[in-house]
T-cell receptor, first 114, second 113 residues
Framework: GAGVSQTPSNKVTEKGKYVELRCDPI?????LYWYRQSLGQGPEFLIY????????DSGLPNDRFFAVRPEGSVSTLKIQRTERGDSAVYLC????????????FGPGTRLLVL | GNSVTQMEGPVTLSEEAFLTINCTYT??????LFWYVQYPGEGLQLLLK?????DKGSNKGFEATYRKETTSFHLEKGSVQVSDSAVYFC????????????FGKGTKLSVIP
């Protein structure tokens, strides 16, 4: 079946602009996660959704970052007033809650802020 | 807080060599432990996992044993292949259902014929 998909695969923007990154989880997966991976580092947890609600957003670095999942499926990560330090690969993952601990990752969106 | 420290790379091995990638962790409670792999041009994939002390995870010839006394989860393979060339990430899971993964920095492995 289809895996986790993320769009766009690459995004180039200018400092100060607003960007939206989209994640389509595996059908039926109720849990959804966002991670950020900077060059040479492992992924860092940003936020976790269970259904439509954010169960843990403790990893969001500041209030410029926001994520939504209005219908409990697709999620959008929104970054306001982008900064050069926001450049990274943004990863999305999903899993079936209560059945397995395995998170399935998408290919990521590579964001470059000029 | 939780943290994972893994062997720095890159690691270059000849085909059929023995592989060890060290991983140690710091965590409160009893986390689950994972190894994820990222092949060139692909997304992160779960390689193996262990959910409690002394458990051994295994997959595709790779093994790792959850050692609580040494807080370690070292990855091993007896005979690597060129197709094992990838970046390997050690991770621990905390929270209900291990929802929050904490990753190490990754170790790049290159296997040469």
């Amino acid at each position: 079946g289809a895996g986790v998909s993320q769009t766009p695969s690459n995004k180039v923007t200018e400092k100060g602009k607003y960007v939206e990154l989209r994640c389509d989880p595996i059908s039926g997966h109720t849990a959804l996660y966002w991670y950020r991976q900077s060059l040479g580092q492992g992924p860092e947890f940003l936020i976790y959704f269970q259904g439509t609600g954010a169960a843990d957003d403790s990893g969001l670095p500041n209030d410029r970052f926001f994520a939504v999942r209005p219908e409990g499926s697709v999620s959008t990560l929104k970054i306001q007033r982008t900064e050069r330090g926001d450049s990274a690969v943004y990863l999305c993952a999903s899993k079936i809650s209560g059945v397995s601990e395995t998170q399935y990752f998408g290919p990521g969106t590579r964001l470059l802020v000029l | 807080g939780n943290s994972v420290t893994q062997m720095e790379g890159p690691v270059t091995l000849s085909e059929e060599a023995f592989l060890t990638i060290n991983c140690t962790y710091t965590a409160t409670g009893y986390p689950s432990l994972f190894w994820y792999v990222q092949y060139p041009g692909e997304g992160l994939q779960l390689l193996l996992k262990a959910t409690k002390a002394d458990d051994k995870g295994s997959n595709k010839g790779f093994e790792a044993t959850y050692r609580k006394e040494t807080t370690s989860f070292h990855l091993e393979k007896g005979s690597v292949q060129v197709s094992d060339s990838a970046v390997y990430f050690c991770a621990l899971g905390s929270g209900a259902g291990s929802y929050q993964l904490t990753f190490g920095k990754g170790t790049k492995l290159s296997v040469i014929p």
